[in-house]
């Protein structure tokens, strides 16, 4: 169990595989894109889908290639600390819909930046959209890695062949499909994938031994006992305290502000069903999460307790490897489907999002007497686009493909969230303060990436730099201060008044909140704003304090 | 007064909540057991669990409270427009 070249012997049964699945995605694609005639059919799918059907698409979105191939990755480098980083994932859509999807979707906005710009103005909604498109750049990287690991293992071809070929299918696929055929693609893509990971997940965990195959997400405690004696340290935490403090900047309110996630709420026919929709979204991925962590758990296994040896150029393609050891052939071409069915739901959101950045964000602000056919056509463009961008960056791709997705929450956490939040909670915020905190936040975030400046780091241990996590502890709260504090001055500058709109930002967030009418005392805590900026003071200190990591 | 007030206190502890469910982690790291529990270590299979059914639970809460907040905020836009009405005559 050595495979030097992990792929399927037998191609041609990969190729019909993932070809039948290619074929049903077109057609409901077809079927769907016939009805989207005009922009917001294209990004919101017509603002009319149903709540299962939403749920499922929400999850199919959020459950990328990341956790097909790259959770089980960097389960077999980190062990159990990154299971414990992995599980608030599923807080994205819940904490998305109270905090400020529901008013964003009552509102009307497209995007998370098309409410930046009606809250902020067209210059703060600029930046945004600039950095809003880098995370989605950076989301996209990961799934082009993961779509060309997947093209080489079907069909043996180098990695570079691979990105091209099935880069390019997928990026066509989407161009042609729009919103209206995502949703509805992602809904089936979200039963292909749960069916096509549990069920040969259950043939694995049976092959290495365990009992609780018939449920493989939370059954293979028997498994444990073994692994304890091979591997003592699976279950260690390794890190601080610190280390996972620090995942909630990075990531919990980093999917705050990933613009493909917070789409699928405006998809939503009403508020009660996007309330819904968050309730089918956390009862699947909670399923497909858990059992993620059961494959890592049995490929972590497997390498301690049954010869199996993978090696670290082929870290994500653990589940593929799983599958080749231990199920028949055509299993694995099932897998292999289910892991494209992955990332091309998220991919189609990714672009979808980098389509509306563009388009709507940046060249319609810019220009507004463009006509309603030339933005559709320039969102097509840009999706494609998009699309080539982040096949040639996947050219020569970091260690882990998981990396960039996480570094791009932690990017969306300091430039886009606070500015959400706390533009949807706090009349105060205004545009000088919101380019305040995305610049300098977004630089300082950057800046201590180990991308950029890899002597400029804030722990020096790679994945954890990589990953964001040090660099959002740091960030992220500094982007709320400087939004509260910057907002707060400017505001009482005399100067500055006559280039601040106060009574529409008023207006606006009374309106988004479901009031017919305006009151000075809601939402205008100076309390609530200064505990804000006294919490995250505390916090960026903390960042910089040693980790001794 | 009264719905604005319970919609702010509805989003801070429901997000309290679903942070500290869904970040389990951090409490054993802070609070390390080699405690077992269905033949898990706890401090794995309790975040785990938190992790999926914890927050499935939280989602059924907050789409409820959620709903309810709406529809009071609503009631109270409407009394709103029955005193303007009043006022007019």
């Keep these: ?549 | 007064m009264r719905a604005y007030k319970k919609e702010v206190q509805f989003t801070i502890w429901m997000t309290l909540a679903f942070v500290l469910v869904g970040n389990a982690g951090l409490f054993f790291a802070m609070f390390p057991t080699d405690a077992m529990m269905f033949g898990f270590p706890v401090k794995y299979i309790v975040p785990i669990l938190l992790g999926w059914f914890g927050v499935f639970f939280l989602t059924i809460v907050a789409g409820k409270i959620g709903n309810h907040i709406d529809d009071e905020i609503d009631r109270e836009n409407e009394s709103l427009g029955h005193s303007d009405e009043i006022k007019g005559a």
């Design chain 1, 1 to 549: 169990m050595n495979g030097e070249g992990w792929q399927l012997s037998n191609p041609i049964l990969g190729l019909a595989v993932v070809g039948a699945t290619f074929l049903l995605f077109y057609i409901v694609g077809y079927i769907s894109n016939r009805k989207s005639a005009s922009v917001q059919d294209l990004y919101v799918g017509g603002g009319n889908v149903g709540a299962l059907t939403n749920g499922l698409a929400m999850a199919s979105t959020y459950m990328s290639l990341a956790t097909f191939l790259g959770i089980t990755a960097l389960i077999l480098n980190l062990q159990a600390p990154f299971i414990l980083l992995w599980i608030q994932l599923i807080l994205a859509i819940p904490l998305i819909t109270i905090i400020y999807g529901t008013s964003l979707r009552r509102m009307g906005a497209f995007s998370p930046t098309h409410f930046i710009r009606n809250r902020y103005g067209v210059k703060a909604s600029i930046i945004a959209a600039l950095f809003m498109i880098l995370v989605s750049i950076m989301y996209a990287l990961g799934q082009m890695i993961g779509i060309a690991i997947t093209f080489e293992t079907l069909l043996g071809i180098p990695y570079l062949t691979g990105l091209i070929v099935g880069g390019l299918i997928i990026v066509g696929y989407i161009t042609i499909g729009g919103m209206a055929g995502a949703t509805n693609n992602a809904a089936i893509q979200m039963v292909i994938m749960a069916l096509m990971f549990i069920v040969p997940l259950a043939a694995i965990m049976k092959a290495v031994g365990g009992s609780g195959w018939y449920f493989p997400p939370l059954l293979y405690s028997d498994m444990v006992p073994a692994m304890l004696e091979s591997m003592p340290t699976f279950f260690d935490y390794q890190f601080s305290p610190k280390w996972y403090f620090a995942i909630i900047p990075a990531l919990t309110i980093g999917a705050l502000g990933l613009p493909h996630l917070a789409m699928r709420v405006y998809t939503a026919s009403n508020l009660k069903s996007a309330r819904s929709a968050m309730v089918w979204f956390a009862f699947i991925l909670g399923l497909v999460f858990s059992a993620t962590y059961a494959m890592g758990f049995v490929g972590v296994f497997a390498t301690a307790t049954q010869g199996l040896n993978v090696s670290a150029a082929d870290a994500d393609k653990l589940t593929i490897i799983l599958n080749l050891v231990y199920n028949p052939e055509w299993v694995t071409a099932l897998v292999i489907a289910g892991a494209i069915s992955a990332g091309l739901s998220t991919l189609s959101g990714n672009l979808l999002a980098i389509g509306a950045l563009l388009s709507q964000d940046i060249v319609a602000t810019l220009k507004p007497n463009i006509s309603p056919k030339m933005s559709l056509r320039l969102g097509y463009a840009a999706i494609f686009l998009g699309g080539l961008v982040s096949i040639l960056l996947a050219i020569e791709p970091p260690a882990f493909l998981v990396v960039s997705i996480l570094w791009a929450f932690g990017l969306a956490g300091v430039t886009n969230a606070p500015l959400i939040i706390v533009g949807v909670w706090w009349k105060e915020a205004n545009k000088f303060g919101a380019m305040a905190a995305a610049v300098v936040g977004g630089l300082i975030y950057i800046i201590v990436s180990p991308f950029v400046f890899p002597s400029i780091v804030l722990t020096g241990h790679a994945v954890t730099d990589g990953m964001g996590l040090s660099g959002a502890l740091l960030a992220v709260p500094v982007s709320f201060i400087l939004l509260i504090v910057v907002s707060y001055i400017t505001n009482r500058m005399p100067s500055l008044q006559s280039k601040l709109s106060r009574q529409s930002d008023i207006e606006l967030i009374e309106r988004i909140h479901g009031w017919k009418d305006i009151q000075s005392y809601r939402y205008n805590s100076t309390a609530g704003a200064a505990i804000t900026v006294v919490i995250s003071t505390v916090i960026a200190i903390w960042a910089l304090m040693p980790w001794n990591m």
